[in-house]
Each structure stands twice: as C-alpha cells, then as structure tokens.
C-alpha cells in the first residue's frame, strides 16, 4: 500500500545544530507539504512544493529550507535549530489537480534544547 | 485575511451526548472542505470531505457534515458520541484550483465513558 513516512519519529538536538527530518512518499504523488502542529495554533504551513525542483515558502518558513530532487522526497532541513522550532512537524502529500485532498505522514516530534 | 475559524477548543462530553464542532471560512468563490481527525499519538487522517454535490456528508462512523455555502460554513455533527472518538478535530479549506490547504486550530474532544 502507497503511505507517507517520516524519520526520525522523535528527535531530540541542541540550539543551533542543523536537523534534517526526512519526508518519503510513494503515493507517486507531485504535491508534497511540510507542517508544523503547536497547540493553539493547529497546523501551519512551513513549505510545500508542487514538483522536482519546485519548492515554495509556506506562512512560517523562516528558518526552515527543503529542496526537491525526485518525487518520493521532500527532507525539511532546520538550518540552525531555535528552542521556538520545538514542534511536531508533518508532512503531507497530494496527487494535484483540483480536489486538495492531502494524505499525511505519522509525524515527527522534535525538542530543541 | 483569509482564515478558517473553528471555536470552542476544547469540548468535553459525556458518552451518548451529541456532538457539534462548527467551522467558519473566509475564503470567496468555490472551496473544497475537510474534517481531519487526530486520534492520540496518530497523525491526521481524512474524516469527511466536501467536493460538490449533496451539501451534506456522511460517514459509516455516524459523523456527518453540512455545507451551508450563505454561512460559509461547514459544521461537523455526530448524534451520539463514543469514548473512542476522544481526539482532535480540524476543520480545512482548499480554495479551489490552489493545492494547498488552510487549517483551522482544532477543536480538542474529550469524551468521557
């Protein structure tokens, strides 16, 4: 069955350390999306990209990057990890067109001391 | 600003009581709409979605949605509630053609055997 995962599931790192949390689809689909989830805030959109090479900044992208090099991965990459960047992150991916229908991963829960 | 609102956090409630969880948007002309729900400790799954068509949605869970396109709303229903549909509730918005998703904060649902 085609699913989302994400790696690692919990990460624990330090101020000002580089993270990478890896995203893999094998929906096969060309949308693909980055959220992070804060009580009170529900889901906010970090970074999303529509195909290889296609990336976009989502409403809280600062200091968050991602890069697409194929279709099945779309890694997040915490360029200098802040203590306000301890979340759980999600990413999501959809097949296009009009519906909007994403499919989410089981999530990432990262602490930044 | 655009925006999807959804009120009253947090609702708890007692097995067999009904449910509503209302959902609110700002977005003009036509929208796909979505209720993800978020058991403990899981990630987000699709409840009831929203294309066209009968305004109101079921599940085979007894969950129900109406879009009331005057109120730009689109409120959740469940007549009688079970302990196992404790989790969190988000209200989404695809303004359609855009491939991304708006969320709502959640609504948090206790429900007490």
């Known amino acids: 069955d085609a699913e989302i995962t994400q790696s690692p599931r919990h990460k624990i790192t330090e101020t000002g350390r580089q993270v990478t949390l890896a995203c893999h689809q094998t929906?096969?689909?060309?949308?693909m999306f980055w959220y992070r989830q804060d009580l009170g805030h529900g889901l906010r959109l970090i970074h999303y990209?529509?195909?290889?090479?296609?990336?976009n900044k989502g409403e809280v992208s600062d200091g968050y990057s991602v890069s697409r090099s194929n279709t099945e991965d779309l890694p997040l990459t915490l360029e200098s990890a802040a203590s306000s960047q301890t979340s759980v992150y999600f990413c999501?991916?959809?097949?296009?067109?009009?519906?909007?229908?994403?499919?989410f991963g089981p999530g990432t829960r990262l602490t930044v001391l | 600003a655009q925006s999807v609102s959804q009120h009253n956090h947090h609702v708890i409630l007692s097995e067999a009581a009904s449910l509503e969880l209302g959902c609110n948007y700002s977005?003009?002309?036509?929208?796909?709409l979505f209720w993800y729900v978020q058991y403990p400790g899981q990630h987000l799954q699709l409840l009831l979605k929203?294309?066209?068509?009968?305004?109101l949605v079921k599940d085979i869970k007894g969950f129900e949605a109406e879009f009331i396109k005057s109120k730009f709303s689109f409120n959740l229903r469940k007549p009688s509630v079970q302990w196992s549909d404790t989790a969190e509730y988000f209200c989404?918005?695809?303004?359609?053609?855009?491939?991304?998703?708006?969320f709502g904060k959640g609504n948090q649902v206790v429900v007490i055997p």
């Open positions: 999501a991916s959809s097949e296009g067109g009009v519906i909007g229908e994403q499919f």
């Open positions: 929906w096969n689909h060309n949308n």
């Open positions: 990209s529509y195909g290889v090479q296609d990336t």
């Open positions: 977005y003009g002309g036509t929208v796909n």
């Open positions: 929203y294309f066209s068509g009968d305004p």
């Open positions: 989404a918005v695809n303004p359609y053609g855009n491939n991304r998703l708006a």
